[in-house]
T-cell receptor, first 111, second 112 residues
Framework: DAGVIQSPRHEVTEMGQEVTLRCKPISGHNSLFWYRQTMMRGLELLIYFNNNVPIDDSGMPEDRFSAKMPNASFSTLKIQPSEPRDSAVYFC?????????FGPGTRLTVT | GDSVTQMEGPVTLSEEAFLTINCTYT??????LFWYVQYPGEGLQLLLK?????DKGSNKGFEATYRKETTSFHLEKGSVQVSDSAVYFCALSGSNTDKLIFGTGTRLQVFP
């Protein structure tokens, strides 16, 4: 298996632009997680899906952030409009049980 | 609610030194406990796990024992290498969920 796949690996955008991050979980996994990592705040869980249904979105910072999982093999995290304080590494992880498997992350820079 | 507390870093050691990174937790029920490692520029990788009290997880020379009486899951390695330099995260998952609660991470720096 190729593991969790995220794209793009790096994204640089200007403030106000829309950003879409993509994730393909490991085949057969039924849970998907989006995290954000920064030096200041560490690793934060943004949202968690189980069987494509959002279970816990209490970590989503504000209405500018939205996440979807239209099917078991694909999820997106969208930021609209983006702001400089959204600059971070965004990780997607998937799980078929107790263990979570992380993707390589998307490094987002908003100027 | 459930939580994980890790020792502050960075932890700086010479090669072949003994490593301990402390982790304690607060949880209801019977959580599973994990250590994840993050190498520079990469995502987190599962290092080891323990799913019930007194279990010992081990991998790549690292060990941790699930101690229910002290609510701890300390990470140890007898002889660290430069290649072990990374950030280590302790985490737990509650009963009947695969959502993880992470600690803040501890940076380990090993010098030759």
């Amino acid at each position: 298996d190729a593991g969790v796949i995220q794209s793009p690996r790096h994204e640089v955008t200007e403030m106000g632009q829309e950003v879409t991050l993509r994730c393909k979980p490991i085949s057969g996994h039924n849970s998907l997680f989006w995290y954000r990592q920064t030096m200041m705040r560490g690793l934060e869980l943004l949202i968690y899906f189980n069987n494509n249904v959002p279970i816990d979105d209490s970590g989503m910072p504000e209405d500018r952030f939205s996440a979807k999982m239209p099917n078991a093999s694909f999820s997106t995290l969208k930021i609209q409009p983006s702001e400089p304080r959204d600059s971070a590494v965004y990780f997607c992880a998937s799980s078929g049980g107790y263990e979570q498997y992380f993707g390589p992350g998307t490094r987002l820079t908003v100027t | 609610g459930d939580s994980v507390t890790q020792m502050e870093g960075p932890v700086t050691l010479s090669e072949e030194a003994f490593l301990t990174i402390n982790c304690t937790y607060t949880a209801t029920g019977y959580p599973s406990l994990f250590w994840y490692v993050q190498y520079p520029g990469e995502g987190l990788q599962l290092l080891l796990k323990a799913t019930k009290a007194d279990d010992k997880g081990s991998n790549k020379g690292f060990e941790a024992t699930y101690r229910k009486e002290t609510t701890s899951f300390h990470l140890e390695k007898g002889s660290v290498q430069v290649s072990d330099s990374a950030v280590y995260f302790c985490a737990l998952s509650g009963s009947n969920t695969d959502k993880l609660i992470f600690g803040t991470g501890t940076r380990l720096q090993v010098f030759p």
